[in-house]
């Protein structure tokens, strides 16, 4: 089979292999000499493929966000840390469940009734629960303040017959979105520090606090050189997209892209491709990037239509003609395809299942 | 089973079915009395059991956006109208062979190549195509312009032998946005004008025009008073959202929402819950609207969280707590789950599947 990308049904996902392949590479080889761990999260990908090529490249395991991704990753026999702190028994169950029939688990927690819904589902199925503090570390989003509070919940889990403590969590929106190289460590730093703070706290108290676990693709050369930071949660950095490469330049390739076809061509000054909000996740105040074309304008032009406006475009465009686009931001266009295109060139050498259910 | 809205995991996408049925009643009587047919637009939804309830209640068929909705509806045997053209070989191939196949088909064009991509199709497949052409009346997104071109067009469809010419489109996207009822109607008037122009020309011409599709949710009590005006390709309604909301008013009930949990509360100023770019779409300029809950204010908070800032709640929030929101849009919305939960009250009465797949 030589399927070529010229044979692709639009609107199509694809990863460029070589860019992927040398992004995972960069990363891992970063965190390595470092001496941390790489743990990259899932919900960027939310494929198992992409996951096992991250474990053989020398990733401890995986980041989920949700229950499902969960359910995915530990099924393919791929560790997970839950980074995201649910409210929910039954949702607690299913992790003591999964975690019950030997699934390597790990969990967060920022609240007491969080660590009392997790200390009941475990003892009820009989295991125990890898845990860690989720600390708020400036975004106010989740998260525990790093005060007498987060120690009173080690406290608390440290105590939990079927809970096992073995660090803090620290995770900064901001920190990986301040544009600026500069401001940006600066930012980082200082939200890491709390944490850091928080850690020390613990373990001269006696408690179990030997991972600290955050950081970003666009914090990637600032958290690696932390000391007391152990593992890295880095997400975005295998596919990367335009909101990355605005904040940290080049250091990672644009490996995914958004294979669309012209559809419509009645007017001198634009043409409509087959991909609009369905097809690319609208959360960033910018579009998406046309690869090797200049000279075109993005305008969403509904739920499968977007519109290029021409100005002075470096390469005449017709009706069919395939163009390709860098996602504004890659993990919520991931989640909106079952499949990705594993690009060698233009050839396609493997489709990747996307497992994109919410819950 | 007896499965109630509390033991369902979120974020989880309901539909109130009393509102539903009442919005589905409304609009074909609405249409009905009108003397016109209603084709509603299936790509508000993806879903086969509401489409089955719009042809129960009247409707002729559905409008698909993409070959995957109209492989979906065809394989259910509901009729559909591709409204979007389409520019690729592989895709005329497709639509020709499933029409060769038995299913109810009628696809738009809005550029003679595309008519010759789909003579060509129908006459490998060996079947025959019914076209209608689908004019440009002031988006400037698809659709041949109103004037000579388009009479050419219809011309050159007429004289394909496995091509039928059955009449013309007309959708406005702006005109269903244009804000405030007044300005919506002269809008509307004017764009549906241009094409009611094309269709007479083309019937004083001797061609076929007997069908001018078009209209929306934003224009049902509009388009159906045109009398030109054969068939409404309305979609939002069954379901609605906020955006319509704040276009038509009450005419229609907010019928979808997305179930949420509160999964943190370390502040006194904000919550948050498990909902973010990944369980709403976020083309609109405004967020989720709470459901029974006054004096919130949302905030999005990454691809799986939503913050909500307390600005004197209706009731208080406690970790564990649903909420429910009004998407923004429901189209794109809809389109990120693989299930919808039929709720009557709080007691879900049926799963239905949500075929979520581009292209």
Redesign the interface.
């Known amino acids: 089979m030589q399927t070529s990308k010229f ?1 692709l ?4 996902l694809l990863v460029d292999l070589d860019r992927f392949e040398s992004n995972i590479r960069k990363m891992q080889t970063t965190v390595s000499l470092a001496g941390k761990q790489l743990r990259p999260h899932a ?1 960027a990908h939310k494929c198992v493929p992409i996951a096992r090529r991250q474990l053989q490249a020398g990733a401890v395991g995986v980041c989920v ?3 499902s991704e969960m359910d995915w990753m530990t099924a393919a026999g791929i560790g997970v840390l839950l980074t ?5 028994r ?2 607690t169950d299913q992790i003591a469940a999964a975690a019950k029939s030997g699934a390597d688990i790990r969990a967060v927690v ?2 007491p ?2 660590a009392m819904m997790y200390q009941d589902s475990a003892a009820r199925a009989g295991t125990s629960l890898q845990i860690l503090i989720d600390l ?1 570390i400036g975004d ?6 790093c005060d007498e509070r987060a120690i009173a919940l080690a406290h608390q889990i440290a105590a939990s017959p079927n809970l096992k403590l073995i660090g803090v969590q620290a995770y900064s ?1 901001s920190g990986s979105h301040t544009e600026g190289a500069d401001e940006r460590r600066s930012h980082s730093k200082r939200a890491i520090a709390q944490a850091v703070s928080v850690q020390k706290e613990m373990l001269a108290a006696g408690l179990d606090a030997r991972i600290l676990t955050g950081g970003s693709t666009g914090t990637w050369d600032i958290d690696t050189t932390i000391p007391e930071v152990t593992e890295i949660q880095a997400g975005s950095y295998p596919l990367m997209d335009a909101a990355y490469r605005r904040i940290i330049g080049s250091g990672f390739a644009p490996a995914m892209t958004v294979l669309t ?7 001198l000054d ?1 043409v ?1 491709v ?1 991909a609009g ?3 690319f ?3 960033r105040p910018f579009g998406p990037e046309a690869v090797g074309l200049e000279g075109v304008r993005w305008q ?6 977007g ?1 290029l406006h021409l100005e002075n475009p470096s390469r005449p465009l017709r ?2 003609d395939q163009i390709e686009f860098i996602p504004p ?1 890659c ?2 266009t991931v ?4 499949r990705i295109y594993a690009m060698r060139g233009d050839r396609v050498e493997d489709i990747w299942p996307v497992k ?4």
């Open positions: 044979d049904l639009t609107p199509a919900k966000a949700t229950i995201t702190p649910v409210a929910s039954m949702k920022d609240h009734d969080q708020d106010h989003r989740t998260g525990m303040p929106v076809t012209v559809i419509s061509t009645s007017h634009r409509t087959d909000y369905k097809a996740a609208t959360d969403w032009g509904g739920d499968e239509h519109i009706l069919g931001h993990d919520p989640n909106l395809y079952e994109n259910i919410q819950r």
